[in-house]
């Protein structure tokens, strides 16, 4: 897994065309972000990911899971999960190009078989809280690492930074209150 932060990894070509400035992977489908050697991988994880969680087994055990007070930590665990196994099933080799929109894409996907059984709406808060229980999983199994996060909200607009930030302290206002 460490192999995937490794900034020589991979064939030059496959690394990640830029993302256009203030783009989201989920707002302008990450696979458009992506130069044609690294859409084909981004495919094939997402046929693995989606396979993995539509079985009828699997996508039956994985949504009686999600009927829980918090969800949030559920899907992401099963995404970070999933995202593990297939990275170790490619010896490490997924480059972060492609692991980490795959991951949120996948978080999406299984939340969506929570909000299809009726547990919950997924909305932007719960995405976002998702998307933070992720962040936190994949530093922790090291699939990610502290660097290239802070590299990458230095590489942003310090606006932009700052509107992220906002948002999330938002989201997580009304958990942190229900909780008290």
Known sequence: MAGIIEAKMGKPEEQKAPAPQGAKASEQGADEQMDPAMKDGYDRVMNAFSQAIHSEEQATMITESL?????EQIIAGHAINIITVLDEKSGGKIPSGILIPSAVEGAEMIAELGE??????????????????????????KLIDQAEIEELIASMDPAEVEGMVAQQAAFAQPQQQEAA
């Not at 299809?116 to 199994?141: N, P």
Request: no cysteine.
């Open 116 to 141: 299809a059984a009726g547990f919950y709406e997924f909305d932007e808060a719960m995405k976002a809280r998702v998307l933070q229980h992720m962040i936190a999983l994949a530093i922790e199994r």
């Open 67 to 71: 009927q829980t007070e918090n969800p």
